[in-house]
C-alpha cells in the first residue's frame, strides 16, 4: 500500500508540474523541490517554419549586420538575419498557426554555407501555449540538419532534446523557405 501511495504521489505531482506556466519564483522554487519526484516525458513536436527574408509582403526574417568581406563571399560569410517566423501545423503558410520561431541566424562558414542558429521556439497555442523551448546549434546546407534544445521554459523547463529541420521548399525569388520541422524533447 505504501508504495502504491508513493506512485500516486509521484503521477499528482508529475501532474501539478504540466500546469505551471504563469508563476512566480516562488512556484520555480517549489517545482525544483519536487523535481527528484517528477517522471521525465518524451514530447514529439511536428510543425512547419516559414522563413521569408524577401519579397515584398510579410517579412518576417530582417537582415542586420554583415561583415566587410560578406558581399564578396560566396557562403555569406558575416551576414546576420533576425526573425519571428511563424510556426504552423500544415504546409501552407494560412493553416494554423502553432506559434513563432524568434531568434537569430548567422552565416557561419567560410568555406561552406553553414548557418549558426540561435533561436526560442514559441508556443501560443494549446497545451503548450505560453512554453518556449530553445535551440542553439549548427544547420548546415545538407538534407537533413539536427540542432541541440538546450533547454526550455514553462512546461519545458530543464528541457533537452533535438530539432531535426528538412528544407521543403525555397524560392529565391519569392524569399520564401519552407522547413520542416521534427522535435523531440525530455523534460519532466
Ligand atoms: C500577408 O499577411 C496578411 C495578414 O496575415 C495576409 O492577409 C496576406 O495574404 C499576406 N500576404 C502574403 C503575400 O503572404
Ligand atoms: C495563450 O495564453 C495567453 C496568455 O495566457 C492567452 O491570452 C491566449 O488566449 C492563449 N491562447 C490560446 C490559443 O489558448
Known amino acids: 500500500m505504501e508504495k502504491l501511495g508513493i506512485l500516486v504521489m509521484i503521477f499528482l505531482v508529475a501532474m501539478q508540474m504540466v500546469d505551471c506556466v504563469d508563476e512566480g519564483a516562488k512556484e520555480v522554487d517549489e517545482w525544483f523541490d519536487k523535481l527528484p519526484y517528477a517522471k521525465q ?3 514529439k513536436l511536428h510543425f512547419f517554419f516559414h522563413d521569408r527574408f524577401a519579397g515584398k509582403h510579410n517579412i518576417t526574417a ?3 549586420a554583415q561583415g566587410s568581406g560578406t558581399n564578396k563571399s560566396p557562403t555569406f560569410f558575416g551576414l546576420v538575419f533576425i526573425m519571428d517566423d511563424p510556426l504552423t501545423e500544415g504546409l501552407k503558410p494560412t493553416s494554423k ?5 524568434q531568434g537569430l541566424y ?3 562558414g567560410r568555406d561552406e554555407l553553414s548557418l549558426l542558429m540561435s533561436f526560442n521556439l514559441v508556443f501560443t497555442t494549446g497545451e ?3 512554453s518556449t523551448l530553445t535551440v542553439l546549434g549548427r544547420n548546415p546546407a545538407v538534407p537533413h540538419r539536427e540542432m541541440p ?3 526550455g521554459s514553462g512546461v519545458f523547463r530543464m528541457a533537452r532534446g533535438v530539432a531535426s529541420a528538412k528544407l521543403r521548399s ?3 525569388t519569392t524569399g520564401n523557405a519552407l522547413i520542416e520541422y521534427n522535435v ?3 523534460h519532466y
Open 62 to 64: 530582417v537582415r542586420v
Open 41 to 43: 516525458k518524451v514530447t
Open 149 to 151: 534544445i538546450v533547454g
Open 128 to 130: 503548450f501555449n505560453g
Open 170 to 172: 525555397f524560392s529565391m
Open 97 to 101: 498557426e502553432l506559434g513563432r520561431a
Open 184 to 186: 523531440v524533447v525530455l
Open 106 to 108: 548567422a552565416f557561419s
